[in-house]
């Protein structure tokens, strides 16, 4: 019976670990629309910083996450979108293509 205990505390304690890992991840995007337009942003967890500003998770839709400085009832109105399977990030309505580093 004991060894249950010990299994079931080993299993809360990583699952409680696992949710205090950050991911951190350099991205280099491109302009698609016009090619001399490239910068970085970084993804720190819950946070975008992209030209030294950072930008605050404010949710997703789908494959979709939504960044702002300040966010707005309706995630859709954020001023970033970023679909990171297909690094596809948009700001302000003007597109960008990313790869990670």
Do not use: H
């Amino acid at each position: 019976m004991n060894y249950i205990k010990i299994i079931t505390i080993l299993i809360l304690l990583n699952l409680v670990a696992a949710c205090d890992r950050r991911d951190y991840v350099t991205w280099k995007c491109q302009s698609l629309e016009q090619n001399d337009v490239s910068f970085s942003m970084i993804l720190d967890g819950a946070n975008l910083n992209m030209n030294s500003k950072n930008f605050l998770y404010c949710g997703s839709l789908g494959p979709y996450s939504y960044f702002d400085e300040n966010c707005p009832s309706d995630i859709k109105e954020s001023k970033i979108n970023f679909e990171q399977k297909l690094g596809i990030l948009v700001v302000s309505q003007k597109k960008y293509q990313c790869k990670a580093l």
